[in-house]
């Protein structure tokens, strides 16, 4: 009776929007490793597609622990996840397999885990835990506690050379403001990346003039306003303190290959045969698709390889040569209608914990899928960052599947919450 009880309450429109988008990105892994000359099963174990079925088949046996489990649970243990993939993240320094550059992965034969992948929704579970206390993140002592539960997972990945999965963690600082941290805390970086880019775009000096004439004039507005006054000048200093470090960031802080990412993101026709091939050939894959796409199987950019790494990172452009725009739209509505579902479940919940857990699973999917078709479209620069659910990968898919079903559980279970009230 209970099972059936909890089944009537599991949103299944939001199950049904993830199986849709889990079932195109395994036809888009097959289509990306599709070889014309051997014409391998989608099952085949010894390629990508066959070994996502695994994954996907792995997935499902999660989903049903994660709804046998009591969503209470998640919440109880929600310090005890976040320490073991932190005790996780420390071992994978000293005894993980580096890969592409990156020391993130446990590897036993062929089967690899990346604790990095894990570690987004353990944040998740140890921030709503801590903000389900209601602290005012008006004081700085409680916004610096919230932000370090994210902001330490994320420089541990730093060390690990992954640069691109940290900044993900970047994007729970609008859990934050959704939980009442100040705007200009989520505002300041954004001027922080717009001044940097524009350093790089413009002439410094006529830059620096620009933002001493817009503070003199913010100052001539404001006479009768000391302290409007103070902060304007204290922003001027750091905007100009920003413009001079830029060069030092790109040639002191910026390995290598990131500092030429950021150089293309640019000026995209800077190194098309060298650092630039990936997304020079990703657009035009995408291009190449038109209004309808050339048809399943049937992708040149595709079939013929020139797209590096197009079963993981630059999966969306496979979709974009083969099913054309209707296939990219069709696949934006289906992110669209499930960060609308997440936000809804989140916003319809009664408890702290799974409100605050809903808006986390919202950012963190909203990030990767907007940062990883940006750098598929040239948009953003290559960060090494899969599309949720869609991208080939097993520690990858398992965590989304982990961040999206807890939260599905904590919601058919909201109920209870209400009659502990």
């Not at 001539?220 to 006054?229: G, L, N």
């Amino acid at each position: 009776m209970r099972g059936e009880k909890l089944q009537k309450r599991i949103d299944w429109l939001t199950v049904a929007l993830y199986a849709v988008l889990v079932l195109g990105g395994w036809f888009s892994i097959y289509a990306a490793d599709y070889d014309t000359t051997t014409s391998s099963s989608i099952f085949n174990l010894e390629q990508n597609a066959g070994k996502q079925f695994i994954w996907i088949l792995s997935s499902i046996a999660i989903i049903v622990g994660v709804f046998v489990l009591d969503g209470k649970m998640f919440e109880t243990f929600s310090w005890v996840i976040y320490g073991v993939i932190i005790v996780l993240l420390l071992l994978v320094l000293f005894f993980g397999r580096e890969v592409a550059g990156s020391r993130s992965w446990f590897e036993l034969g062929s089967f690899r885990l990346q604790p990095s992948e894990f570690a987004k929704f353990a944040s998740i579970l140890a921030l709503a835990k801590f903000l389900s206390n209601n602290p005012n993140l008006k004081e700085f002592s409680n916004l610096f506690k919230a932000a370090a539960i994210f902001l330490f997972p994320a420089a541990l990945i730093v060390l690990q050379g992954d640069a691109g999965t940290a900044m993900v963690f970047g994007s729970l600082v609008l859990v934050l403001y959704r939980e009442g941290m100040s705007p200009w805390f989520l505002i300041a970086p954004v001027l922080f990346i717009v001044i940097f880019l524009l350093t790089l775009l413009v002439a410094k000096t006529a830059l620096l003039i620009a933002i001493i004439v817009l503070a003199l004039l913010g100052i001539a507005f404001s006479v009768r306003h000391i302290k409007r006054i103070v902060v304007i000048v204290g922003i001027t200093i750091i905007f100009i303190g920003t413009v001079f470090s830029v060069d030092f960031v790109l040639n002191n802080v910026l390995k290598p290959h990131q500092q030429r990412r950021v150089q293309l993101l640019v000026n995209p026709d800077l190194d098309p045969l060298g650092v630039g091939w990936n997304t020079t050939q990703s657009k035009i894959a995408i291009g190449s698709g038109g209004f309808t796409g050339k048809g399943f199987l049937q992708g040149t950019q595709t079939k013929f390889d020139f797209v590096p790494a197009q079963s993981t990172d630059f999966i969306f452009c496979t979709i974009g040569e083969e099913q054309g725009w209707l296939g990219t739209t069709f696949i934006l509505v289906m992110f669209g209608l499930l960060l609308m579902r997440v936000l809804a479940i989140a916003d319809r919940q009664k408890g702290s914990f799974a409100r605050v857990y809903g808006y986390g699973v919202a950012s963190v999917i909203f990030f990767h899928m907007t940062v990883n078709i940006a750098m598929t479209i040239g948009l953003f620069p290559v960060a090494g960052i899969p599309l949720p659910f869609i991208s080939y990968g097993g520690s990858s898919l398992w965590s989304f599947t982990i961040l999206l079903f807890i939260l599905i559980k904590l919601d058919a279970q909201r109920m209870q919450v209400l009659q502990r009230f």
